[in-house]
Nanobody, 126 residues
Framework: QVELVESGGGSVTPGGPLTLSCKVP????????LAWFRQVPGKEREAIGK???????TYADFVKGRVTISPDNAQNTLYLQIHNLKPEDTATYYC????????????????????WGKGTQVTVSS
């Protein structure tokens, strides 16, 4: 059973940065397609970005320039840093993984991924 563990969420004020972590089992980290998503109640999970097994990072168009996905290969951890937080970034953030090869140049939607973490809540308010 593959387990993904997100952490780093909380209540933050607008304008600040926030870094979320996704701890991944070693073999999953090395070979799987990994991604970050977010979801607000009543809406579908929204893809933020992915890392494929070669280390290539691809971002969804709506977040380009405002998030950074950073892999830590020594810790088998995938980080998501969100810059200049806005109230509309309030959501539950999820890490996802799948053993299918990542698409080359886009972030696949949620149904692509078979493995999910439990999520970490981020609330942005003043």
């Amino acid at each position: 059973q593959v387990e993904l563990v997100e952490s780093g969420g909380g209540s933050v004020t607008p304008g600040g940065p926030l870094t979320l972590s996704c701890k991944v089992p070693e073999l999953t980290y090395i070979y799987y397609c990994l991604a970050w998503f977010r979801q607000v109640p009543g809406k579908e999970r929204e893809a933020i970005g992915k890392r494929d097994s070669t280390g290539r990072i691809t971002y969804a168009d709506f977040v380009k320039g405002r998030v950074t996905i950073s892999p830590d290969n020594a810790q088998n951890t995938l980080y998501l840093q969100i810059h200049n937080l806005k109230p509309e970034d309030t959501a539950t953030y999820y890490c996802a993984a799948d053993d299918k090869a990542c698409p080359f140049d886009f972030v696949p939607p949620a149904p692509f991924f078979a493995v999910w973490g439990k999520g970490t809540q981020v609330t942005v308010s003043s």
